[in-house]
């Protein structure tokens, strides 16, 4: 008991210690409220993608991470793919060859893979990964990647509802 009022007595007495843990204190918090997002708000443009489970933010009044890039893609669900067994080789091929694609004449904004629908197969010669594909949020194939294993060469093949609407635009 005696040592709390030799701690009170020395607390009112260092006035400019207490007052400096305090805001110390109140400092650190605002940090790391601030470093957490909890006072930002958010200003809409957040999407789910459904397929992949990733988040696309593009908030309204934020120019897009696109702008003065031409044929830029956002692509999701791709790492899915490396995780898988796809090579980083060979998924940039793949992706650069989605860049080129137009369907009924639409541009590829963005790309994603239904992490869900991904399978895998082996022969002697081949990997194959089959898996549903969505473009700009509307439009669904089936792709099944034919990866060579000697040559590690892929080649693709889209499938599905529509498929003769995708034209290629090299």
């Known amino acids: 008991m005696e040592n709390i009022k030799t701690l ?3 607390i009112k007495e260092n ?5 400096s843990i305090v805001a110390l204190a109140l400092f650190s918090f605002i940090i790391i409220a601030l470093a957490t997002g909890s006072f930002v ?28 890039q031409a044929n830029q893609v956002t692509y999701l669900g791709f790492t ?11 998924m940039q091929f793949f992706k650069e060859e989605l860049k080129t694609i137009a369907i009924s004449g639409e541009s590829v904004s963005e790309v994603s893979v239904d992490v869900e629908s991904v399978e895998h197969a082996m022969d002697s010669e081949n990997d194959i990964y089959a898996f549903n594909i969505r473009f700009n949020r509307k439009n669904t ?13 892929l080649t693709y093949k ?6 003769e609407n995708i034209s290629f635009n090299n």
Do not use: A, H, M, Q
């Not at 194939?141 to 060469?153: C, Q």
């Not at 889209?158 to 498929?163: I, K, L, P, T």
């Open 80 to 90: 899915e793919l490396i995780s898988r067994g796809v090579s980083f080789e060979n």
């Open 15 to 19: 006035k400019l210690l207490l007052i």
């Open 141 to 153: 194939f089936k792709v099944t990647l034919n990866i060579k294993k000697v040559s590690n060469s």
């Open 8 to 10: 009170l007595t020395n």
């Open 158 to 163: 889209f499938s599905g509802n529509g498929v």
């Open 41 to 68: 708000s958010d200003k809409g443009g957040k999407y789910v993608d459904p397929l992949s489970g990733e988040t696309v933010l593009d908030p309204k009044d934020r120019t897009p991470e696109t702008f003065n």
